[in-house]
C-alpha cells in the first residue's frame, strides 16, 4: 500500500471515525440517562420536566430547521467561492461549473430546511 492509496484512506477513514465516535459518545450518553429514569421509575420518584432536563435529554431548538438551512446555505456559496477561485487562479472557470453542482446538494437540501421550518414553526398562540 503506497502513499498514493494510503492519503485517501487516512482522510476518508479519520471522517468515518470521528462520526462513529460522536455517534457512539450519545448514545452512550442517552442509555446511561434512560437507565436513571427507569430506576428512578421503578423507586417511585416523581420526574418533573425540570429533572429530565438537568438529567441531560436532548431539547429541541427553536428554528433549528431554519439554522441548519442557513448553515446548508452557506456550505453551498462557500463551494461555489471554492469553483470561482480554482477558475480564477487556473484561467479556466470549468471548476465553478463542477464546483457549483456540487454545491447544489446541500444547497437544495439547505433550501428545503428553511422551507420547513418556515412552515413549521409553532405559531404564538393570540388566543388565550
Not at 465516535?21 to 442509555?31: C, E, L, T
Request: aromatic share 8%.
Amino acid at each position: 500500500m503506497g502513499p498514493d492509496v494510503l492519503a485517501p484512506l487516512t482522510v476518508f477513514g479519520s471522517v468515518v471515525l470521528i462520526v462513529w465516535i460522536v455517534y457512539h459518545h450519545g448514545a452512550k450518553n442517552r442509555r446511561e440517562v434512560l437507565e436513571t429514569v427507569r430506576q428512578a421509575a421503578q423507586s417511585g420518584t416523581q420526574l418533573t420536566p425540570d429533572v429530565i432536563k438537568a438529567l441531560g435529554m436532548p431539547q429541541k431548538k427553536k428554528g433549528g430547521d431554519i439554522r441548519a438551512g442557513i448553515i446548508l446555505l452557506a456550505i453551498a456559496a462557500a463551494f461555489i467561492t471554492l469553483g470561482y477561485t480554482i477558475g480564477a487562479v487556473e484561467n479556466d472557470f470549468e471548476a465553478l461549473g463542477i464546483m457549483a453542482g456540487v454545491a447544489s446538494f446541500p444547497g437544495f437540501v439547505g433550501i428545503a430546511l428553511i422551507v420547513m421550518g418556515v412552515m413549521f414553526r409553532d405559531k404564538p398562540n393570540d388566543a388565550e
